[in-house]
């Protein structure tokens, strides 16, 4: 299957710090990656739709200015918390899309997670 | 109601049970159906991808889609403990639309 990596697995960090979290496709271009989070026993929320050399779509209630993503290229997208706060402490996982025949496939990465104190 | 709905569990099933997943939705468009596998502190895996209605089988898991009744279900047999992580089924319209995810069902498998 295809591989998906995220960089920092973990990131501890004080309060009013940024912390920048990359996702690589690692052997195939992704045209379109997209950045979750989860809290500990629920399922995944969509923070936002990155796509290469445009503007990310934000979903519903994620600010933009405090959770900034950056797709330079078809294989990375970057996504980068601003004035990290306890409450933004989760874990952070993306996923890259990638076409086989007629079928979008959705491959995630392992995930970051981040503490902030 | 909830786009796509799956019972959390958890559920806990011997060694070699025949497990059953399932989840319902609502939304008569969804054609592209997923079940992911997310063990703990780590990302969702790719387990059954399937379009439309129908039976997919891979190994011990075989994917089920009844589009009529707007349900899916993932059958693992002969169940083993490295299967115990949370199951989540997924869905979309078209292949190029947002997928929905299910909260996920926890399952446990006792050795």
């Known amino acids: 299957g295809a591989v998906v990596s995220q960089h920092p697995s973990w990131v501890i960090c004080k309060s009013g710090t940024s912390v920048k979290i990359e996702c690589r496709s690692l052997?195939?271009?992704?045209?379109?990656m997209f950045w979750y989070r989860q809290f500990p026993k629920q399922s995944l929320m969509l923070m936002a739709t990155s796509n290469e050399g445009s503007k990310a779509t934000y979903e519903q209630g994620v600010e933009k200015d405090k959770f900034l993503i950056n797709h330079a290229s078809l294989t990375l997208s970057t996504l980068t918390v601003t004035s990290a706060h306890p409450e933004d402490s989760s874990f952070y996982i993306c996923?890259?899309?990638?076409?086989?025949?007629?079928?979008?496939?959705?491959?995630f990465g392992p995930g970051t997670r981040l503490l902030v104190l | 109601q909830k786009e796509v709905e799956q019972d959390p569990g958890p559920l806990s099933v011997p060694e070699g049970a025949i497990v059953s997943l399932n989840c319902t939705y609502s939304n008569s468009a969804f054609q592209y159906f997923m079940w992911y596998r997310q063990y703990s502190r780590k990302g969702p895996e790719l387990l059954m991808y399937?379009?439309?209605?129908g039976n997919k089988e891979d190994g011990r898991f075989t994917a089920q889609v009844d589009k009529s009744s707007k349900y899916i279900s993932l059958f693992i047999r002969d169940s083993q403990p490295s299967d115990s992580a949370t199951y989540l089924c997924a869905m979309k319209g078209t292949s190029y639309d947002k997928v929905i995810f299910g909260p996920g069902t926890s399952l446990s498998v006792i050795p």
């Open positions: 052997d195939f271009q992704a045209t379109t």
């Open positions: 399937t379009y439309s209605s």
């Open positions: 996923s890259a899309t990638r076409l086989a025949g007629f079928l979008e496939t959705q491959y």
